[in-house]
């Protein structure tokens, strides 16, 4: 089955590299698209099925669940997320390899458990972001 659409927001503008993802059957959460720079998106496989339940998601928008049948065509209008961060911290480190850095990164990660990280290197400062939801 084949799958097209436009991402946009509230304003009717498109929302680039958007994500569409299936959730469900053998290929839940393998199986997507990301949007062209104005939103459009289009894909066709055998796997999809027009029952299959796709995640349309965006970054600082609240996803939406659609079926395959619903996606022919359509503009799917995502809303803005107003989640508000509880708590921000930046600790920094000094890197001398990028080999150092990943396997500082990795333990960092493991025994912090961080639901997100938000990685950078800068002017030789190892950074990471850590956000809880409020």
């Known amino acids: 089955m084949k799958i097209s659409g436009q991402v946009i927001d509230s ?3 498109g929302l680039p590299l958007a994500n569409i993802t299936i959730t469900t059957g053998e290929k ?6 990301v949007a062209d720079l104005d ?5 066709e496989n055998d796997l999809i099925k ?6 349309i998601s965006y970054v600082g928008f609240i996803p939406k669940f659609l079926k395959a ?3 022919a ?3 799917i209008t995502l809303m803005e997320s107003a989640e508000q961060l509880r708590e921000v911290v930046v ?10 850095s990943s396997s500082a990164l990795k333990t960092h990660i493991q ?10 290197g800068l002017l030789g400062l190892f950074l990471i972001v850590k956000s809880i939801k409020k």
Do not use: C, H, M, W
Not at 111 to 120: P, S, T, V
């Open 11 to 13: 304003k009717g503008e």
């Open 28 to 33: 839940a959460e393998k199986l997507g698209v």
């Open 39 to 43: 939103g459009n998106f289009t894909t």
């Open 50 to 55: 027009p029952d299959s339940i796709f995640r």
């Open 69 to 71: 049948s619903e996606l």
């Open 73 to 75: 065509g359509k503009k």
């Open 91 to 100: 600790f920094s480190k000094p890197i001398r390899t990028a080999k150092q």
């Open 111 to 120: 025994n912090n458990k961080f639901a997100y990280a938000g990685i950078g």
